[in-house]
């Protein structure tokens, strides 16, 4: 076995889950959220020797399938067909499985910018500690506070538009 | 809504809406996925490699067969393992032609219908997709006589990995990789009828329109000198052969934007016949003095461009590099989607930084890639200059407004406006000719192949002011010969830009287009009025005298009368006609000698039976004569293409 296919072997056993998770929470099923990840390390994995020189590859990994996520909601928002069976779905995933404030609260999340939503995913709702979820953003710990900060106001603003009634 | 109730709720969102465990699959079995295919690509990788180091020359039949075999397994093998989910697009095409002379591989009947088996079995795949709600459509249908195709679109082009076992062996998605070793040929070639001798008494007028693209040579030489084989007949344009070579023709006068000069010899392959030749040269104007431009280059960066893209990349750095300060240029890519990369930017450092990130995936939504190129090209439109698409592919837009005629419609539409589209072509294996070509036609702009990074710096850097900047539009020219000098006449070429005499003066008739500096040369192989009775039977058989026929020809010295007719391309109703007659025509120079090898060349490639005595030999003869300065070495190279010619055709 080659360095590189140690490294993204250990990649794959130690990141896994938690990638799993937060993309999950971009994308909405998890047959997607696997393909996302399976093209994103894919694409490290084609550009490893580039790559190399620069910088962590597992902040590296999780940018690219940050952006394949979000590449995948993009292409699926102008498809208009789909889009339409896409939020019917995840309103029934939704309605079925949680009630109420949660619902919406998953709605909001999603359509937050995509800064802020990762930031919400990686920071807060996933069970990585701050420096581990910031580190793989590529950003400090700070900017992901601040930004987890603005993420909150904008979903209690969200919220409160779509309740009417505070609670 | 307070901090606290919101973080309670996030809490509580962390805690419930996890994923649950068996929804996913077993990590063991992602990453033993994932390994499967990353050795996988690296064969694709491997397999880049060997073409480009041409070591698999020889594509055994057998190796078809079992390409194609594999080929028509996979779709059986993928749908045992996972019941049709997921999304993408794939497509599978499989050339069911006749046997033809020289198309190489295709011959090979068994492997015809395992080719045919593949297709059905891509049908019922698409259908079954379509059913299960995960593409939106699909076709399967005849496309001509000869090729059949299915054609899916799926709902999520992510979801194309879903299709990873296919995509391998998919020619039009991964295809440059394997389309050669499986030699599925799908290129398509619009059937070309030749021209027969036309009797001056009865048809004095020959009416075409100009054609300066170049792209049927590059096409060719890539054929003779890359894949070793001789080309199909229909793929040969005999003009685009002649005017792919710099002629020495004299400048336009001042205030003239054309100016057209002529030479007469008897013709290499019939001395009873002559051979004239029409040389037309437009204005040449400096780099300083054009108007500016705005450039809209459209790239596939579909997976199957990636054989080509090196050289795209290379090619458009180099063009780059050549832009003034006033030149605008933006960059849609389509591929894995529709993304615009450059929008109306002039820094050239940005340009060729952009250019450098570019790279090929996915596959390929033309359709929509060319209408953002279009809104691109109308935010930034100049007004007075030049504003102009640039389209680099390997011809295939099959998603969204993929209907040729709605594509047309549009680019014609487009072009009124003011906005032109030119072509490059690129790629092998999946380039469809046709359509490449009447897409420049419709947006009056030009059509050039690149085979080369050579072919590619010519087209872009030095042909640039030519391919980029259109002097003349709708440019149509018409000889009219003296029946009492001409017995019968034959246009050698430009089968697919004959005019009916009456368009000539028909301004609404869309005709070539015409760039500065370019040259346009016309062949017309004659009879003379005083050749011996059996060679004019024998051109124009059954021609009898008219019996009411005009004799105002006899009072004439003149041979005939030569017109050109084209508009400014800019606005309306500028329609400019010029016309000479000539009654000596100068005798044969350097021009007639090579532009008369090279349409031997061309004529006895396309077994012309207008033209049976024609051989490789004598044009390879006529061409070494008169190679002349050649300072592009674009000459010897052809010399090379003729012998490689010779050669191929003895085995």
Redesign the interface.
């Known amino acids: 076995m080659t360095e590189k296919?140690e490294r993204?072997?250990r990649l794959?056993?130690d990141e896994?889950?938690i990638l799993?998770?937060g993309i999950?929470?971009i994308v909405g099923?998890?047959?997607?959220?696997?393909?996302?990840?399976?093209?994103a390390?894919?694409r490290a994995?084609?550009k490893y020797d580039s790559f190399r020189s620069e910088s962590n590859l597992r902040s590296w990994v999780y940018r690219i399938a940050q952006n394949?996520a979000f590449?995948?909601l993009?292409?699926?928002k102008r498809?208009a067909?789909?889009r339409e069976?896409y939020s019917e779905r995840q309103k029934a995933e939704i309605g079925g499985?949680?009630s109420g404030?949660?619902a919406k609260?998953?709605l909001a999340?999603a359509a937050l910018p995509e800064t802020y939503r990762s930031a919400?995913v990686w920071g807060?709702?996933?069970d990585l500690p701050g420096h581990e979820a910031a580190l793989r953003l590529k950003c400090t710990e700070n900017t992901l506070y601040q930004r987890v900060f603005r993420a909150?106001q904008m979903?209690?603003e969200m919220?409160?538009t779509e309740?009417g009634d505070?609670? | 809504m307070n901090d606290k109730i919101l973080d309670d709720a996030l809490t509580q969102l962390k805690a419930e809406k996890t994923p649950h465990a068996g929804e996913f699959s077993d990590a063991a079995d992602f990453e033993r996925k994932f390994f499967e295919r990353a050795a996988r690509e690296e064969a694709l990788r491997d397999a880049m490699k060997r073409r480009s180091r041409k070591i698999f020359a020889f594509a055994a039949v057998f190796a078809l067969a079992f390409g194609v075999a594999v080929t028509a397994a996979i779709p059986m093998v993928y749908k045992r393992s996972e019941p049709a989910i997921g999304g993408g697009g794939f497509v599978a095409e499989a050339d069911s032609s006749e046997p033809k002379r020289d198309a190489g591989i295709e011959k090979d009947a068994p492997a015809l219908s395992i080719a045919a088996k593949a297709v059905k079995e891509y049908k019922s795949m698409a259908v079954d997709a379509y059913a299960h709600g995960v593409c939106y459509s699909y076709k399967a249908s005849k496309l001509s006589a000869k090729t059949k195709s299915v054609v899916a679109c799926c709902k999520e082009p992510n979801a194309s990995t879903k299709f990873g076992n296919i995509m391998f062996f998919d020619s039009r998605i991964y295809g440059t990789a394997t389309a050669p070793q499986t030699r599925l040929n799908t290129e398509e070639y619009k059937d070309v009828n030749e021209r027969p001798f036309l009797a001056t008494a009865t048809n004095p007028l020959s009416t075409f329109g100009a054609d300066v693209d170049t792209a049927g040579y590059a096409n060719l030489r890539r054929m003779i000198l890359q894949e070793d084989r001789l080309p199909p007949a229909n793929s040969i344009r005999i003009e685009e052969l002649i005017n792919y070579f710099d002629y020495d023709y004299p400048i336009p006068k001042k205030g003239e934007l054309l100016r057209p000069c002529f030479e007469m010899g008897d013709a290499p392959w019939d001395p009873a016949r002559k051979l004239l030749l029409v040389g037309v040269q437009a204005k040449k104007i400096p780099k300083e003095e054009l108007p500016p431009s705005h450039y809209v280059f459209l790239i596939d960066n579909s997976g199957s461009m990636y054989g080509v893209f090196p050289m795209v990349k290379e090619a458009m750095t180099t063009l780059a590099k050549q832009l003034r300060p006033c030149d605008r240029v933006s960059m849609v890519t389509y591929g894995g989607g529709v993304s615009i990369v450059l929008d109306g930017c002039g820094d050239i450092d940005t340009l060729c930084r952009k250019i450098a990130e570019l790279e090929p995936e996915g596959y390929t939504p033309g359709g929509e890639g060319i209408q953002s190129a279009y809104r691109l090209a109308e935010k930034h439109f100049i007004k007075g200059g030049n504003n102009r698409i640039v389209l680099i592919t390997d011809g295939d837009f099959n998603v969204g407004a993929s209907s040729e005629a709605e594509l047309t419609e549009m680019v014609d539409k487009k072009r009124a406006a003011g906005i032109y589209l030119s072509v490059a072509g690129c790629g092998m294996g999946n380039y469809k000719d046709n359509k490449m070509k009447m897409l420049a036609n419709k947006g009056n702009g030009n059509y050039f192949y690149l085979d080369t990074l050579r072919e590619a710096k010519q087209a872009f850097v030095h042909g640039m002011t030519g391919n980029m900047y259109t002097l003349a539009k709708d440019v149509k020219f018409q000889l009219e010969f003296n029946p009492a000098k001409v017995y019968a006449y034959r246009l050698i070429g430009y089968e697919l830009r004959e005019l009916a005499d009456r368009d000539f003066r028909d301004d609404e008739r869309d005709s070539g287009e015409v760039g500065i500096g370019q040259q346009v040369t016309a062949l017309y192989e004659i009879i003379p009025a005083d050749a011996p009775e059996a060679v004019k039977a024998a051109a124009v058989p059954g021609q009898k005298p008219l019996k009411y026929a005009a004799d105002s020809g006899k009072k004439s010295a003149e041979f005939l009368t030569f017109r050109m007719r084209y508009q400014k391309p800019q606005g309306k109703n500028t329609a400019e006609e010029k016309e000479v007659a000539l009654t000596e025509i100068p005798a044969p120079q350097q021009n007639w000698q090579w532009a008369a090898g090279v349409a031997e060349f061309g004529l006895s490639l396309r077994r012309s039976k207008f033209a049976p005595k024609t051989t490789f030999g004598n044009a390879a003869k006529r061409i070494q004569a008169n190679l002349g300065d050649d300072p592009s070495g674009s000459r010897a190279e052809f010399l090379l293409i003729v012998k490689r010619a010779a050669e191929l055709l003895k085995k």
């Open positions: 296919d993204f072997q794959c056993r896994l889950p799993r998770g999950y929470r099923n998890a047959a997607d959220t696997d393909d996302v990840i399976q093209e390390l894919l994995y084609r394949c590449d995948l993009r292409r699926r498809e067909a789909a069976n499985k949680i404030l949660l609260l998953e999340v919400i807060v709702l996933s909150k979903l209690k919220l409160k309740n505070e609670r």
